[in-house]
C-alpha cells in the first residue's frame, strides 16, 4: 500500500527527536532475573506470577546489601505484578503512570548506585523513564500486533477514530499515523522536559541517561516515516549508535 507522506505539525518536534535500541547498564543489584515465560506490554519477558514471587525476596536482599532504597524496587516488582492481564492502556497517563513505576523507578536506582541525590537528577530520571517507556511501547507494537495484540492507549486510538484491527492488519492510513504522532509526542515532550534540567543535574548522573540518545534516535527515525509504526527502516539497527553514545558520554551530556 502506497500512501502521501504529510508533514505534521512540528512546533513540538523539533529536529533531533531518537529510536530506542539501548541496552541498559546492568546495576549491581541486578542479578536475580525473571524466566522468560511470555511477553509483556512493554516488549519484555516476564514470568508466571508465582515465580516472581518466589524471587522477591532475592531482589530484595541484594537492594539491602547495597543500601538502596527499597520502595523504588517493589514500586517495580508490583506494577510488573499488576500488569500480568496484559490490558491495553486506557490512556496516555496509565501508560506513564506504568513507566513512572517501572522505568523511572530503576533510574532512580541506578542514580542511587552512582551516589547521586540531587532534586534535579530525579526529576530528569522521571521525565526520561517515561519517555522510555511510551517509546518502548511504539517499538513493541509491531511484535505484539504479530501475536493479534495491541497496547497503545484506547483514548488517543479511540480520538482519531482508530481500531485495534487497524493496528492488527498494519493499517498506513492517515488517521493510524496520527495516533502515532500523538503517543510519540508525549516521548518526545518528556525527554524535552529531561534535558531543560541539564545544567542543574550533576555530572555524576549523566551515565544514568544516556538512554536519551537511543531514545531520541527512535524519535526522529519515526518521524523521518510520516509516523508509520510498521515501516521497515525501524526495526532495523542503528550501527553508529555506539559512537553517538561515546560522544555524547564524551561531552558530559544526556
Given at each position: 500500500?502506497?500512501?502521501?507522506?504529510t508533514t505534521h505539525?512540528?512546533?513540538?518536534?523539533?529536529?533531533?527527536?531518537?529510536?530506542?535500541?539501548?541496552?541498559?547498564?546492568?546495576?549491581?543489584?541486578?542479578?536475580?532475573?525473571?524466566?522468560?515465560?511470555?511477553?509483556?506490554?512493554?516488549?519484555?519477558?516476564?514470568?508466571?506470577?508465582?515465580?516472581?514471587?518466589?524471587?522477591?525476596?532475592?531482589?530484595?536482599?541484594?537492594?539491602?546489601?547495597?543500601?538502596?532504597?527499597?520502595?523504588?524496587?517493589?514500586?517495580?516488582?508490583?506494577?510488573?505484578?499488576?500488569?500480568?492481564?496484559?490490558?491495553?492502556?486506557?490512556?496516555?497517563?496509565?501508560?506513564?503512570?506504568?513507566?513512572?513505576?517501572?522505568?523511572?523507578?530503576?533510574?532512580?536506582?541506578?542514580?542511587?548506585?552512582?551516589?547521586?541525590?540531587?532534586?534535579?537528577?530525579?526529576?530528569?530520571?522521571?521525565?526520561?523513564?517515561?519517555?522510555q517507556g511510551i517509546?518502548?511501547?511504539?517499538?513493541?507494537?509491531?511484535?505484539?500486533?504479530?501475536?493479534?495484540?495491541?497496547?497503545?492507549?484506547?483514548?488517543?486510538?479511540?480520538?482519531?477514530?482508530?481500531?485495534?484491527?487497524?493496528?492488527?492488519?498494519?493499517?498506513?492510513?492517515?488517521?493510524?499515523?496520527?495516533?502515532?504522532?500523538?503517543?510519540?509526542?508525549?516521548?518526545?515532550?518528556?525527554?524535552?522536559?529531561?534535558?531543560?534540567?541539564?545544567?542543574?543535574?550533576?555530572?555524576?548522573?549523566?551515565?544514568?541517561?544516556?538512554?536519551?540518545?537511543?531514545?531520541?534516535?527512535?524519535?526522529?527515525?519515526?518521524?523521518?516515516?510520516?509516523?508509520?509504526?510498521?515501516?521497515?527502516?525501524?526495526?532495523?539497527?542503528?550501527?553508529?549508535?555506539?559512537?553517538?553514545?561515546?560522544?555524547?558520554?564524551?561531552?558530559?551530556?544526556?
Amino acid at each position: 500500500m502506497t500512501y502521501t507522506v504529510t508533514t505534521h505539525p512540528s512546533s513540538l518536534w523539533p529536529s533531533s527527536c531518537g529510536r530506542s535500541v539501548y541496552q541498559q547498564r546492568q546495576a549491581p543489584f541486578l542479578g536475580p532475573r525473571l524466566t522468560s515465560q511470555s511477553p509483556s506490554k512493554d516488549g519484555k519477558s516476564q514470568a508466571p506470577p508465582s515465580l516472581g514471587l518466589r524471587r522477591k525476596s532475592g531482589w530484595e536482599a541484594a537492594v539491602k546489601r547495597h543500601n538502596l532504597t527499597k520502595r523504588w524496587l517493589m514500586k517495580i516488582i508490583d506494577e510488573r505484578e499488576k500488569n500480568l492481564d496484559d490490558k491495553p492502556y486506557r490512556n496516555i497517563q496509565e501508560l506513564e503512570n506504568y513507566a513512572e513505576n517501572t522505568q523511572s523507578s530503576l533510574l532512580y536506582l541506578t542514580l542511587e548506585i552512582l551516589g547521586v541525590k540531587d532534586l534535579h537528577a530525579d526529576h530528569a530520571a522521571s521525565h526520561i523513564g517515561k519517555a522510555q517507556g511510551i517509546v518502548t511501547c511504539l517499538r513493541a507494537t509491531p511484535y505484539h500486533g504479530s501475536r493479534r495484540r495491541v497496547f497503545l492507549p484506547m483514548e488517543i486510538c479511540m480520538l482519531h477514530g482508530v481500531s485495534q484491527e487497524d493496528f492488527l492488519r498494519q493499517n498506513q492510513a492517515k488517521n493510524v499515523r496520527d495516533v502515532v504522532y500523538d503517543i510519540a509526542s508525549q516521548a518526545h515532550l518528556h525527554l524535552k522536559h529531561a534535558r531543560s534540567f541539564h545544567k542543574s543535574v550533576p555530572v555524576k548522573a549523566f551515565p544514568a541517561f544516556l538512554q536519551t540518545v537511543a531514545l531520541e534516535d527512535y524519535l526522529k527515525k519515526i518521524q523521518q516515516v510520516d509516523f508509520d509504526i510498521f515501516h521497515p527502516s525501524l526495526q532495523q539497527k542503528n550501527t553508529l549508535l555506539p559512537l553517538s553514545l561515546y560522544v555524547q558520554s564524551w561531552r558530559k551530556r544526556y
